[in-house]
């Protein structure tokens, strides 16, 4: 819904107003995905954002990263140096190295710089018509080339997003695709396909080239043994056709370092690094691979893990009773909400953005979304406090 068309009737000053102008600028000539933070601090100088609860990280496991690599710099006078001078090391010797904490053969791992990466990989390669749910990670889509075809599958609502297996099976069967994309717990509803539902969606899918199922947002959702991160990459030694895409991005809160992997049959990521993908993971980005390989580094990790969750769940506990907004359950780090009727997202995420500094996804740009939608990233519980306080106080102003 266009703001402008609405703002006459709601009560916005004229300097929120030109702020809007200037925001709604700013999001067009980002594309498909939000503007990042530093590139709208430098348009809007006069915007402070407080809580980035836009984009989907977690907040207590940036810091724990951030402690382990102070005290290894300060450890190892030499060890950045070393990060921005040397070579990083090539892609099969870090998959190698990773192996035992992924829990897979290395001949099945390809390393990324960023899940999207893989996901690139994947389809250039392995699909020719991707059958997409809706909504979705847009890459998923963005990155079909002139030559790929795609059909997609609308999940509802009303279902809470539920993706019923019988009805998906059917719209795959009939699509004629050869590839079909999975995301677990999805992004950006939150949804998690239960594992009785995945097995038997996988066995009816043995017959595609290709199934992507990413599960960058697991650690979230599934609960695992101790000592162990969730993951569900053991399937794809009974599924040959299934890839696995993990972005470390959220649930290790480094975005910014480009860390992910996909994990599928050795003779794809055979070929796949003989054509290329040599020193893609660059220097930070291998040194969080190899804190990934340290016994006490994923132990802090899961303690941090479980003390964010629990953050989560107090979040979801409180929006699930809001009158403001209908909140969707999540089994993610975020949580999708539909604004009442009349009041566009648009508007709502922008006064969220001026007068609170809370920055959230307006979810707009999303297709296979019917209404109005934010997307709302859940953080520390001081955060979430503000967030939650921010929204309340921005709906009932309008
Ligand atoms: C963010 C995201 C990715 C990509 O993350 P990278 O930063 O490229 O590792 C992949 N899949 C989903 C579902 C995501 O939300």
């Given amino acids: 819904m266009p703001i402008l068309a609405t703002t006459p009737t709601l009560k916005i000053s004229s300097h929120e107003l ?10 067009s000539s980002s594309g498909s995905h939000s503007p990042s933070l530093t590139t709208m601090q430098e348009s809007l100088p006069d915007i402070n954002v407080a809580i980035d609860a836009c984009y989907l990280s977690n907040p ?7 402690k382990f690599f102070n005290s290894d710099v300060q450890m190892d006078d030499q060890l950045f140096r070393r990060i921005v001078e040397a070579y990083p090391a090539q892609n099969a010797n870090i998959a190698e190295r990773l192996a035992p904490a992924i829990g897979v053969d290395s001949s099945r791992i390809l390393m990324a710089n960023g899940a999207t990466e893989a996901i690139q990989a994947i389809i250039h390669n392995y699909a020719s018509h991707l059958h997409v749910n809706v909504p979705t990670f847009s890459p998923y889509y963005e990155f079909a080339t002139p030559g790929h075809q795609i059909t997609t599958f609308q999940s509802h609502k009303e279902d809470g997003f539920a993706l019923d297996p019988v009805q998906y099976v059917d719209s795959v069967v009939k699509s004629g695709a050869d590839a079909a994309i999975l995301i677990s717990p999805n992004n950006p509803d939150g949804y998690m ?19 992507v199922l990413d599960e960058s947002f697991l650690h979230f959702g599934l609960d695992a043994p101790p000592g162990v991160l969730p993951s569900l990459v053991s399937v794809t030694e009974a599924y040959p056709n299934v890839s696995i895409v993990k972005s470390m991005s959220k649930d290790f809160g480094i975005a910014g370092i480009r860390a992910g992997y996909a994990v599928m049959a050795p003779d794809r990521v055979k070929e796949l690094l003989d054509h290329g993908y040599l020193w893609n993971i660059n220097g930070m980005a291998e040194y969080f691979f190899l804190l990934m390989t340290r016994r006490n580094f994923i ?6 893990l479980r003390e964010y969750r629990g953050a989560v769940s107090r979040f979801t506990a409180r929006t699930a009773n809001a009158d403001y907004v209908t909140a969707y359950p999540t089994s993610a780090n975020f949580q999708l909400m539909e604004l009442p009727p009349g009041l566009p997202a648009d508007l709502i995420t922008t006064l969220m953005l001026v007068r609170h500094g809370v920055y959230v996804r307006n979810c707009d740009d999303k297709i296979g979304l019917d209404g109005e939608f934010i997307r709302v990233a859940i953080r520390t519980e001081k955060e979430n406090h503000q967030i939650i ?10």
């Fill in 18 to 27: 030109s702020q809007i102008r200037q925001l709604t600028e700013l999001k």
């Fill in 60 to 66: 207590l496991a940036t810091d724990l990263f951030w």
């Fill in 193 to 211: 396909i239960p594992r009785g539902d995945l097995n038997w969606i996988l066995d009816r899918l043995s017959y595609l080239r290709t199934i």
């Fill in 299 to 304: 132990t802090e990790y899961l303690g941090v």
């Fill in 389 to 398: 306080s921010a929204l309340e106080d921005v709906i009932s102003s309008v």
